[in-house]
């Protein structure tokens, strides 16, 4: 979608170090992060939320979860623990409308959130 920041992101026409890309999803720093370990992993491919995810999704949404995995190996946080939030949605605290897992560690992490 042309105007959305994160297909930019996907296209490099907005400059963001990616910590890791493959052929369905890329993964890069949060710009605002919220925690010592801040990182997000989108799809290449335009989905504005999980609520609009198809059954056909099902190997994309696969690959976003192993991927959140991946990288907290890649950023040392798999040990002692971190985690993976989507906002979805107004009362979800989404901002960005195109499909995000956070993946936020390096310091314990109050529950419920806010
Ligand atoms: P959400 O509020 O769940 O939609 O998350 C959107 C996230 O995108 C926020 O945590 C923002 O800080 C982050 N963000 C916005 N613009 C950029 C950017 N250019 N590079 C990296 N992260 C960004
Ligand atoms: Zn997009």
């Given at each position: 979608?042309?105007d959305?920041l994160?297909c930019?992101?996907v296209?490099?026409?907005i ?7 493959d ?9 605002n992060p919220?925690a010592?370990?801040h990182t997000l992993?989108?799809p290449r ?5 999980l609520?609009e995810l198809?059954?056909?999704d099902a190997?994309?949404l696969?690959r976003?979860?192993?991927?959140g ?10 040990e002692p623990g971190?985690?993976v ?13 195109h499909l ?8 314990h992490?109050?529950?419920?959130p806010?």
């Open positions: 979608m042309s959305c994160f930019k992101i296209a490099r026409t400059p963001a170090p990616l910590v890791y890309e052929d369905l999803v890329v993964a890069f720093d949060d710009i919220q010592p370990i992993v989108i491919k335009h989905v504005v939320s609520a198809q059954d056909s190997e994309l696969g976003l979860l192993l991927v995995s991946k990288v907290a190996k890649l950023k040392g946080i798999a971190y985690r939030v989507v906002n979805t949605g107004s009362h979800g605290g989404q901002s960005v409308f995000h897992l956070h993946v936020l560690g390096g310091r992490l109050a529950w419920p806010g």
